[in-house]
């Protein structure tokens, strides 16, 4: 194990991608942030983050929460004005 030292952030994400980061951090039972950690640290290298099995989770989810944003999405998000 690496000692680490983590910080606290104020970070605003889409709706209902929160909610799928939500469900599978809860499948794994592991807070949201350390999941964000696992995805940004495989990316960092190349690496997908996740399996076929949780892929196909992730799809589940999508499908739940309804969420059908995708990688191409991802330059082109704007904030609705409220």
Known sequence: MKKIERVQ???RLEKRLLKVLKGLAEHFDMPVAELIEGIALHAFDGKTPFSPE???????LKLV?????????????MEEQT
């Open 65 to 77: 929460y309804d969420l059908d944003l995708t990688a191409e999405d991802s330059h082109a998000l």
């Open 9 to 11: 952030t104020g970070l």
């Open 54 to 60: 949780t892929l196909e989770k992730i799809a589940q």
